[in-house]
């Protein structure tokens, strides 16, 4: 099941897989259907608008964005203009977390200067749910981990240190940072994190492979 629609020019497709991981990270929620239904709603617009900055950026370079939501989370491709510089690839990647950071950031300063109140339980934990995805994701999404926005401003740093090089080192970090992260989520027994800092550390491993360690 695909939901297709348009943010004017933007094609953008939800994934019935998205849905299914948003509902999966909020398990403990099951039986207090407003709170479920609170996080899925926060999930796909924060998702969404992190995409968005992306896509804004890119647009802002020529590009032709399309967005996809899906099981991992969200990726924006574009449909042609793809050859953009490594300096307009980093501000590109780094849009889409920016603007879930700056997010978090007035909500947390409206909460320690008074600005926000929130007068119900439903509200507070509204906050919070925007907080937890837009500024704790957002931190997570900027690691030097390929295929995570970090990990892609990592590699064109590292293409405009070598002058167009660089794959093989961004692999290599990708990899270990993947594994080290992988090894912390299981200690602390963070199942979700594990998994999927597991499996980007495979994607990288192949990637070492198929570059030719």
């Given amino acids: 099941m695909t939901l297709a629609f348009r943010l004017g020019s933007i094609p953008v497709r939800i994934h019935g897989s998205f ?21 899925a709603l926060i999930v796909l617009g924060s998702v969404l608008l992190h995409e968005l900055g992306h896509a804004v950026a890119g647009r802002l370079f020529g590009l032709a964005p399309e967005i996809d939501l899906h099981a991992m989370g969200g990726t924006t491709s574009w449909t042609w203009g793809r050859g953009v510089s490594d300096g307009k690839s980093i501000v590109i990647s780094l849009a889409g977390p920016a603007v879930g950071l700056v ?50 401003v990592t590699r064109s740093v590292l293409r405009l240190l070598t002058r167009g090089g660089g794959e093989k080192a961004t692999r ?41 360690i």
């Fill in 19 to 39: 849905f299914l991981t948003t509902l999966l990270l909020a398990a403990g929620r099951m039986n207090q259907p407003k709170l479920l239904l609170l996080w």
């Fill in 172 to 212: 290599w970090v990708s990899f270990v940072v993947a594994v080290l992260l992988t090894l912390g989520f299981l200690v602390s027994r963070n199942w979700f994190a594990a998994l999927l800092f597991g499996m980007f550390a495979v994607q990288n491993f192949r990637g070492l492979r198929e570059a030719g």
């Fill in 103 to 152: 997010l978090a950031g007035v909500i947390l300063a409206g909460l320690m200067f008074g600005g926000f109140q929130p007068e119900t339980p439903l509200a507070h934990q509204a906050l919070a749910d925007l907080v937890i995805v837009n500024g704790y994701w957002g931190l997570v999404n900027l690691l030097p981990v390929l295929p995570l926005d970090g990990g892609n």
